[in-house]
């Protein structure tokens, strides 16, 4: 399921220095470690497909937006799974699952009727970024969404260039801060 | 949302990560909270006057040398606990070096002494105003560390609040020994470690509900 520890560590650093091609290869493979993860973890305490994909997508972001707390010198994939386990558990404990809750018999069933192509959360993002503050919206949209360069979005918004950039890191931290609150109800 | 737009999303204009960053941030914060802490104790109290003998001199390093290697020690721990899965990469052993050799020393210290000096060498003249300050000094750099280590990730929330309250301890402990004119290696132990202590268990209470992401 997951590549080769070394291929991953690899698409790792070049993102850390910003290859955009390799990040997204990272957060691809690792998109289809963690559904395989959470669709096991939580089908055995009989949870859904798209309480998986809510918190698959919440650790992408977490990977995006804590990537700096990953140490070059150590592998990549206990890092990865100690943030997929603590999210794990975090759920859990937020929404009160009893491990009693569902017979653990039930749980292949569950799996087995998984459409394996529904990968889509119920995080709406226009909805989220609504929540945002106009600027930090508007550069998250630009950068982020139109894929225009940090020097067009500064010009065309009247920022300066770091201003854009702290309002991105700004913005996608807040967006994992909302969807981490919204799995709270 | 698909997963593939936010990949999509995220993957767009990545921009370039600073590899020393928690480093960098935990170092900073420790160091503004020294400050910070410092410029508390001799505003409030005064570097301590009666800095003339060479016994006092001993002391105030010793008391330094205990806080700060404290510091130091606890803070490297926290670079590991900071980030995902670091408890599996700390001891507790480097934590509690330090204060199991300033209790031995002070051990040793009344084991010299004849007991009827016991009650001074403990209690000291200051012990109260000790007992005050450390806990109160230690909010502002506690509260600098808290807000670095938010952006980082923590998988043990417990543990790593407890450092941290640690670290926030013995900063201001740090700060306190400009000023503490109780020269005595008992004193030291139970009235810095035991403010210390008081630290890091509110730092043990207060961890998972501040350090959460």
Redesign the interface.
Same mark, same amino acid.
């Given at each position: 399921m997951l590549a080769p520890e070394a291929e991953l560590k690899n698409l790792m650093l070049a993102? /850390? &220095?910003? &290859? $955009?091609?390799a990040? !997204?290869s990272l /957060? +691809?493979y690792l998109?289809d470690y963690l !559904?395989a993860y959470y669709r096991r973890q939580l089908g055995r305490v009989g949870r859904s497909a798209t309480d998986a994909?809510d918190l698959?997508?919440e650790v *992408? /972001?977490?990977i995006?937006t804590? !990537?700096?707390? @990953?140490?070059?010198v150590e592998p990549l994939t206990?890092?990865?799974?100690?943030?997929a !386990? @603590?999210k794990l558990i &975090?759920h859990l404990r937020r929404t009160r699952t009893s491990l009693r809750d569902v017979p653990i018999d039930e749980a292949p069933d569950l799996i087995a009727q998984e459409d394996q192509d529904s990968?889509?959360?119920t995080? &709406? *993002?226009g909805k989220l970024l609504g929540q945002l503050p106009e600027k930090t919206r508007r550069a998250i949209e630009c950068? +982020?969404?139109e894929? *225009?360069?940090?020097a067009e979005t500064a010009s065309r918004c009247g920022l300066s260039e770091s201003n854009v +950039?702290v309002s991105?890191?700004r913005g *996608?931290r807040a967006l $994992?801060?909302a969807i $981490?609150r919204e799995r709270e109800r | 949302m698909k997963t593939d737009d936010l990949i999509a999303m995220l993957g767009t204009n990545v921009e370039p990560v600073n590899r020393k960053y928690v480093l960098r941030a935990i170092g900073t914060a420790i160091a503004v909270g020294t400050l910070v802490a410092a410029a508390a104790i001799l505003l409030a109290f005064g570097f301590r006057a009666d800095l003339t003998t060479t016994r006092a001199f001993i002391f105030l390093f010793s008391k330094l040398a205990f806080t700060i290697v404290t510091v130091v020690l606890t803070a490297i721990m926290l670079t590991r606990l900071a980030r995902p899965g670091g408890e599996r990469k700390i001891s507790i052993v480097w934590v509690a070096l330090p204060f199991a050799a300033i209790m031995l020393l002070a051990a040793v210290n009344l084991a010299f002494a004849p007991s009827a000096h016991w009650e001074r060498m403990i209690v000291g003249d200051q012990w109260l105003e000790c007992l005050l300050s450390i806990p109160i000094i230690a909010i502002v750099p506690f509260a600098l560390i808290i807000w670095a280590v938010r952006r980082m990730a923590p998988t043990d929330l417990r543990r790593t609040g407890a450092l941290v309250g640690l670290i926030a301890g013995s900063v201001s402990a740090t700060a306190y020994a400009l000023h503490c004119a109780d020269d005595s290696l008992p004193f030291v132990a139970l009235w810095y470690g035991g403010t210390i202590l008081l630290c890091t268990l509110a730092g043990t209470i207060l961890g998972p509900r501040l350090l959460r992401w």
């Open positions: 993102g /850390l &220095d910003g &290859d $955009a091609a990040h !997204r /957060l +691809k998109s !559904r994909e698959v997508q *992408l /972001l977490a995006h804590r !990537r700096h707390t @990953y140490d070059p206990p890092w990865v799974h100690a943030i !386990r @603590y &975090d990968t889509e959360s995080h &709406d *993002l950068v +982020k969404l894929g *225009l360069s940090v +950039k991105v890191h *996608l $994992a801060a $981490a | -």
